[in-house]
């Protein structure tokens, strides 16, 4: 069971947006800045799309977004288009001896 | 172009021993915070462990104890050595730059296959 709580499935059709949502506790999400999403292909490594809750690394489409609200982080893709059809797995400080815990992922389709 | 590029997998028994290679072109690994992160069969992604770079290192729970992370300044090559392997330790390997926390893991190597089973 992962440390993260994320859903396993979300879809959008090309065009619209989406947000996926992880939800973990004041021990992690909640207590600290750290929260990144990555996406992963299938059969690909995974990729940084957003670090430190809201930062998108150079070469990510601004279609892309995160925020944050208490113990839930939250990433927004705008604009769906095929390729962004993936599983996304969000990530954050685990706190005094976790160090870093995953989401269980979510696979996003674009219909 | 930086690039990273694991090596080392296999099969391997239950209880022995296997370790991995993850060599980088692009970067410093003794300047940098690198990672081992995997992902078992259908499944999602685990943090393993992680070295910085001052030389501090830390482990998961699941494999504190039983894995080492290092690194040969003199190679540019990070390493992950595995003892005492069990079949729930069969996963991806990947390699990463970055400690996931602070500017996340930026760069990823295409991942070494581990299958522990007898």
């Known amino acids: 069971q992962s440390a993260l709580t994320q859903p396993p499935s979300a879809s959008g059709s090309p065009g619209q947006s989406v947000t996926i949502s992880c939800t973990g506790t004041?021990?992690?999400?909640?207590?600290?800045?750290?929260v990144s999403w990555y996406q992963q292909h299938p059969g690909k490594a995974p990729k940084l799309m957003i670090y430190?809750?809201?930062k998108r690394p150079s070469g990510v489409p601004d279609r892309f977004s995160g925020s944050k609200s208490g113990n839930t982080a939250s990433l927004t893709v705008s604009g769906l288009q095929a390729e962004d059809e993936a599983d996304y797995y969000c990530?954050?400080?685990?706190?005094?001896?976790?160090?870093?815990?995953f989401g269980g992922g979510t696979k996003l389709t674009v219909l | 172009e930086v690039q990273l590029v694991e090596s080392g997998g296999g099969l391997i028994q239950p209880g022995g021993s296997l370790r991995v290679s993850c060599a980088a072109s692009?970067?410093?690994?003794?300047?940098?915070?690198m990672s081992w992160v995997r992902q078992a069969p259908g499944k999602g992604l685990e943090w393993v462990s992680v070295i910085y770079s001052g030389g501090s290192t830390f482990y998961a729970d699941s494999v504190k104890g039983r894995f080492t992370i290092s690194r040969d300044n003199s190679k540019n090559t990070l390493y992950l050595q595995m003892n005492s392997l069990r079949v729930d330790d069969t996963a991806v390997y990947y390699c990463?730059?970055?400690?996931?926390?602070?500017?996340?893991?930026?760069?990823w190597g295409q991942g070494t296959t581990v299958t522990v089973s007898s």
């Open positions: 004041s021990s992690d999400v909640g207590g600290f800045y750290y």
């Open positions: 990530s954050s400080d685990g706190g005094s001896n976790k160090y870093v815990v």
């Open positions: 430190e809750v809201t």
């Open positions: 990463a730059r970055g400690d996931g926390l602070e500017y996340g893991m930026d760069v």
């Open positions: 692009g970067i410093i690994v003794s300047r940098n915070y």
